[in-house]
C-alpha cells in the first residue's frame, strides 16, 4: 500500500492568513484526492488531481500535483474559522475503487 | 440525495463484549466501504464490498471481526470480542463503479471500548 506523508501534522492560525500543507509519496500517484473532514463528520471531497503539473482553484483552495506526480499541495488563502478541519489526502490501492488515505493535517483558524 | 446513514452514532462497550454498526448506502452506489479511524490518524480501510461480494479484506481483522451486505445494499460491521484498541470512529462510504469516482461517507460510529 502505497504510503502518504502529510504535514504538518497540526497547524493553528489566525483568520485572514495563508497557508501550505502538503502530500508527499515515495512512489507515483495515478491520481490523487483532498477531502476535508470536520468533528464528528465523515470526509467530504475537496478535489481530485490526476495529470501532473496540474493545478486546481475552489474558490480560496489552490490544489497543485506535483510534475513526478508524487506529491500534492493544497494551498488556502486568507483563511476563514469555516475553513476548520482535517485535510486528508487519498490515492487508490492498486487499481480499484478503494481509496489509502495519509494521516492528515488538522488545521484550526481562530477569528 | 440522501447520503450515506450510520447508526449508532456513538456505543460505549466493556472489552471482551460484542457490538455491531449498521450502515445503509447512496441509492445505486454499488461499492460500499468500511474505515477505521482511530484519533489523530487518517482512516484506513477495513473491507470493501461491489454489490454483495467482497473485493477487499486483507486489513480485517478476521479473528475479531465480521462484516457483511446482504441483498448489496445496507451493511453491517460486528466485532466480537472487543477489545481496548478497537476504540476508534468507524467510517462507511459508498461510491459508484467509475474511476476517480468520490467516497461518499456517513458521519460515522465513535465505539469507545472501556
Known amino acids: 500500500t502505497q504510503l502518504l506523508e502529510q504535514s504538518p501534522q497540526f497547524l493553528s492560525i489566525q483568520e485572514g492568513e495563508n497557508l501550505t500543507v502538503y502530500c508527499n509519496s515515495s512512489?507515483?500517484?495515478?491520481?490523487l484526492q483532498w477531502y476535508r473532514q470536520e468533528p464528528g463528520e465523515g470526509p467530504v471531497l475537496l478535489v481530485t488531481?490526476?495529470?501532473?503539473?496540474e493545478v486546481k482553484k475552489l474558490k480560496r483552495l489552490t490544489f497543485q500535483f506535483g510534475d513526478a506526480r508524487k506529491d500534492s499541495s493544497l494551498h488556502i488563502t486568507a483563511a476563514q474559522p469555516g475553513d476548520t478541519g482535517l485535510y486528508l489526502c487519498?490515492?487508490?490501492?492498486?487499481?480499484?475503487?478503494?481509496?489509502?488515505f495519509g494521516k492528515g493535517t488538522s488545521l484550526l483558524v481562530t477569528p | 440525495e440522501a447520503g450515506v446513514a450510520q447508526s449508532p452514532r456513538y456505543k460505549i462497550i466493556e472489552k471482551r463484549q460484542s457490538v455491531a454498526f449498521w450502515c445503509n448506502p447512496i441509492?445505486?452506489?454499488?461499492?460500499l466501504y468500511w474505515y477505521q479511524q482511530i484519533l489523530g490518524q487518517g482512516p484506513k480501510l477495513l473491507i470493501q464490498?461491489?454489490?454483495?461480494?467482497?473485493?477487499?479484506d486483507s486489513q480485517l481483522p478476521k479473528d475479531r471481526f465480521s462484516a457483511e451486505r446482504l441483498k448489496g445494499v445496507d451493511s453491517t460491521l460486528k466485532i466480537q470480542p472487543a477489545k481496548l484498541e478497537d476504540s476508534a470512529v468507524y467510517l462507511c462510504?459508498?461510491?459508484?463503479?467509475?474511476?476517480?469516482?468520490?467516497?461518499?461517507f456517513g458521519n460515522g460510529t465513535r465505539l469507545t471500548v472501556t
Open positions: 464490498f461491489q454489490n454483495n461480494g467482497v473485493v477487499d
Open positions: 441509492s445505486g452506489h454499488a461499492t
Open positions: 488531481v490526476v495529470t501532473g503539473g
Open positions: 512512489s507515483v500517484f495515478s491520481s
Open positions: 487519498a490515492s487508490f490501492i492498486n487499481s480499484g475503487y478503494a481509496l489509502n
Open positions: 462510504a459508498s461510491s459508484t463503479t467509475g474511476k476517480n469516482s468520490p467516497l461518499h
